[in-house]
């Protein structure tokens, strides 16, 4: 039988939140939009009339829209099947066999299996597993001198935020033959966040990655885009497949993407449903590092205490993440629902711990 090179079977398999064929009353456990994408955007569906042509390769009118609200140039824009297609394109195109690539862990596993699919190697600055320290960033890229940092803000799943003047000095510790991919997956959560994608003009090696599947609800159509310098968007399209987006993929998403108003209302829906998840669980007793996107991060005592909670809670119709895929088995990462999946949660945590004996006062 032939053998597959020998980089692929080391490669752990991609962790998909929802197990195939379970079916769940609630799913916390993939950092999706709870709401669905903008009515506007269910309304346009019904009348999507086929698809017997192959999409527009570049998608200019999705990529119109995405220019307008991001305040960047096409010339700097690339779109993938998901910010995930384009960060395996991006390893592709970029991690010659031996290349260092720094992460910060505990975080997203794309950044790990993209770069070991290319014989890279993965150099992790490791933290606690609760809580990410950008602030050692710089140095740990100034001693290793990597090709590529992947840099995820806020970090799934820790939800951390990483200020401008870590991304400044970054930039600087790794000089003009590197390049810093910031996957800002959940930016559109983050009001704090720094403005990035209006960097690219001044940075030349600094790529940032954002997704139409979190803030704007269309996980299911699968569109991602490629911030950078327009040298950087050519060498990235020649490994990227071509029609990479779908006809009512780039249909849907310039339609979502023109929805602002409803696009802050889930952002405010979300920000008010992350505090209410948080609070609640410092209230029994959970060690919450308090994060910047649309789930929680939160221990609730020692590793086989969070097992248990996740299969048991599971067992009830609630999928959660446990952390042990991210190196964390004493975390679990819950996203943020609507008010009512809060409820649920809740309700269901509560029965849960109410059965061990652990009823709160
Ligand atoms: C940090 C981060 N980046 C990228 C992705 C991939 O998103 P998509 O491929 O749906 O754009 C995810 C998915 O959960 C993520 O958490």
């Given at each position: 039988m032939i053998e597959p090179r020998p980089e692929i079977m080391n490669?752990?398999?991609?962790?998909?939140g929802r197990p195939a064929g379970v079916s769940a009353v609630i799913n916390l456990a993939a950092n999706e939009n709870a709401w669905g994408p903008s009515p506007r955007v269910v309304e346009a569906w019904k009348s999507w009339e086929g698809g017997a042509r192959y999409p527009d390769m570049d998608g200019l009118v999705l990529k119109d829209e995405l220019s307008r609200v991001w305040g960047v140039s096409r010339e700097t824009l690339l779109l993938g099947t998901g910010s995930g297609h384009l960060i395996k394109c991006l390893a592709e195109t970029y991690v010659r066999p031996g290349d260092g690539?720094?992460?910060v862990f505990p975080t997203f596993s794309l950044y790990r299996q993209s770069t070991e699919m290319m014989a890279g190697r993965l150099l992790p600055l490791t933290g606690?597993?609760?809580?990410?320290?950008?602030?050692?960033l710089p140095a740990w890229v100034e001693a290793t001198k990597p090709r590529i940092v992947f840099l995820c803000s806020p970090n799934n799943p820790t939800g951390d935020l990483a200020p401008s003047w870590i991304i400044e000095e970054t930039l600087a510790a790794l000089g003009a033959e590197g390049l810093l991919v910031v996957d800002e997956a959940y930016a559109?959560?983050?009001?704090?966040?720094?403005?990035?994608?209006k960097w690219i003009g001044e940075r030349r090696t600094l790529a940032v990655l954002r997704t139409l599947s979190k803030a704007y609800g269309l996980a299911g159509l699968r569109i991602g885009?490629?911030?950078a310098d327009p040298v950087i968007i050519d060498a990235v399209s020649r490994v990227r497949e071509p029609f990479p987006v779908s006809v009512p993929a780039l249909a849907m998403g310039a339609v979502a993407v023109a929805d602002e108003t409803y696009r802050q209302e889930i952002v405010a829906a979300v920000a008010q449903g992350r505090r209410r998840l948080e609070n609640a669980l410092v209230e029994r007793g959970w060690s919450v590092n308090r994060g910047a996107?649309?789930?929680?991060?939160?221990?609730?005592g020692i590793a086989p205490r969070a097992a248990r909670l996740k299969a048991e809670l599971a067992a009830r119709g609630v999928l959660t993440r446990h952390g042990d895929s991210f190196g964390a088995p004493d975390h679990l990462?819950?996203?943020?629902?609507t008010a009512r999946e809060i409820d649920t949660?809740?309700?269901v945590l509560d029965s849960i711990l109410e059965e061990w004996g652990e009823q709160r006062e």
């Amino acid at each position: 039988m032939i053998e597959p090179r020998p980089e692929i079977m080391n490669l752990p398999p991609y962790h998909p939140g929802r197990p195939a064929g379970v079916s769940a009353v609630i799913n916390l456990a993939a950092n999706e939009n709870a709401w669905g994408p903008s009515p506007r955007v269910v309304e346009a569906w019904k009348s999507w009339e086929g698809g017997a042509r192959y999409p527009d390769m570049d998608g200019l009118v999705l990529k119109d829209e995405l220019s307008r609200v991001w305040g960047v140039s096409r010339e700097t824009l690339l779109l993938g099947t998901g910010s995930g297609h384009l960060i395996k394109c991006l390893a592709e195109t970029y991690v010659r066999p031996g290349d260092g690539v720094v992460t910060v862990f505990p975080t997203f596993s794309l950044y790990r299996q993209s770069t070991e699919m290319m014989a890279g190697r993965l150099l992790p600055l490791t933290g606690d597993g609760h809580q990410v320290d950008f602030s050692r960033l710089p140095a740990w890229v100034e001693a290793t001198k990597p090709r590529i940092v992947f840099l995820c803000s806020p970090n799934n799943p820790t939800g951390d935020l990483a200020p401008s003047w870590i991304i400044e000095e970054t930039l600087a510790a790794l000089g003009a033959e590197g390049l810093l991919v910031v996957d800002e997956a959940y930016a559109d959560f983050a009001s704090a966040a720094p403005d990035l994608p209006k960097w690219i003009g001044e940075r030349r090696t600094l790529a940032v990655l954002r997704t139409l599947s979190k803030a704007y609800g269309l996980a299911g159509l699968r569109i991602g885009a490629l911030i950078a310098d327009p040298v950087i968007i050519d060498a990235v399209s020649r490994v990227r497949e071509p029609f990479p987006v779908s006809v009512p993929a780039l249909a849907m998403g310039a339609v979502a993407v023109a929805d602002e108003t409803y696009r802050q209302e889930i952002v405010a829906a979300v920000a008010q449903g992350r505090r209410r998840l948080e609070n609640a669980l410092v209230e029994r007793g959970w060690s919450v590092n308090r994060g910047a996107a649309n789930f929680v991060w939160a221990a609730p005592g020692i590793a086989p205490r969070a097992a248990r909670l996740k299969a048991e809670l599971a067992a009830r119709g609630v999928l959660t993440r446990h952390g042990d895929s991210f190196g964390a088995p004493d975390h679990l990462r819950i996203t943020v629902g609507t008010a009512r999946e809060i409820d649920t949660f809740l309700s269901v945590l509560d029965s849960i711990l109410e059965e061990w004996g652990e009823q709160r006062e």
